[in-house]
């Protein structure tokens, strides 16, 4: 009896070794940084060693400050304000949604784009020409995902200046000036935005210009147009602001 106990217990754990080595190659779930666990090299749950900074995963979202729309004949003109509430991260890329609602709330028209965002910086993203009727519009909603982070020392805002402005109160309203790629690279797209105020320092419209690829310490005209359909006396000139954005 003693021998066959021995026996079977000698048995059972060499059965018992057989089932865990089995696990261990076979079955056990492969570490991913995803399982909710620290394991496979982690330093954190789920963050650093081969998964993403572990400082990334606690940044604050993107904020949106506002959004505007604008009618230009039978279109829109779509305008917001993003921020970047971290100073030491921006995103190399980021998509973007605007969920066009009419006044009951029905979702009647989304517009999908991409962009960047340097860290810590305020942003702007204007759509001159949306394919639908302002006085369909009852609210717009933006979403932002897919953010391709990276530090500030990775991804470093280029300097660029704006200069030269003169402004013609006709109509079309045009803004002209001057970009300069201030910087000894080049930069493969840059864009100019502009946005028009009233006396009350209200925004009453807003455009945008494409400039695309800018060499080394590259001077660029630009022109921006607005909709014909602002009134002149409106207008505050002195209120006009001028941004612009480029990228690497």
């Not at 909710?36 to 749950?45: A, D, P, S």
């Not at 900074?53 to 506002?66: D, F, G, K, M, R």
């Not at 995103?91 to 965002?117: G, M, P, Q, R, W």
């Not at 639908?132 to 020392?153: M, Y």
Request: charge should be neutral.
């Amino acid at each position: 009896m003693l021998k066959q106990i021995l026996y079977g217990s000698g048995y059972l754990a060499v059965l018992f070794l057989i089932i865990i080595v089995a696990y261990l190659i076979w079955l056990k779930p492969t570490p991913t940084c995803f399982d909710g666990r620290k394991n496979g090299g982690e330093t954190g749950v789920d963050c650093g060693g081969p998964c993403l900074s572990c400082e990334i995963q606690t940044l604050a979202p993107l904020q949106v400050s506002w959004i505007k729309n604008f009618p230009v004949g039978k279109n829109t003109v779509i305008a917001t304000e993003i921020k970047n509430p971290n100073l030491n991260w921006g995103a190399e890329n980021l998509s973007y949604v605007f969920h066009i609602y009419d006044i009951y709330d029905n979702e009647i028209y989304t517009l999908t784009k991409k962009s960047f965002i340097y860290s810590g910086e305020v942003k702007f993203l204007v759509e001159p020409n949306v394919n639908i009727e302002a006085t369909q519009i009852g609210d717009i909603a933006l979403s932002i995902s897919d953010l391709n982070w990276k530090s500030q020392a990775d991804f470093p805002r280029p300097e660029t200046q704006i200069r030269g402005l003169k402004t013609e109160l006709g109509l079309p309203i045009k803004i002209g000036g001057l970009f300069l790629n201030d910087n000894s690279y080049g930069l493969s797209r840059a864009g100019i935005f502009g946005f028009l105020y009233n006396q009350k320092g209200d925004l009453i419209s807003a455009s945008k210009t494409e400039l695309g690829k800018t060499g080394a310490f590259e001077e660029k005209s630009f022109q921006l147009t607005f909709p014909q359909n602002i009134a002149l006396e409106k207008i505050d000139s002195s209120k006009t602001k001028i941004y612009a954005e480029a990228i690497r």
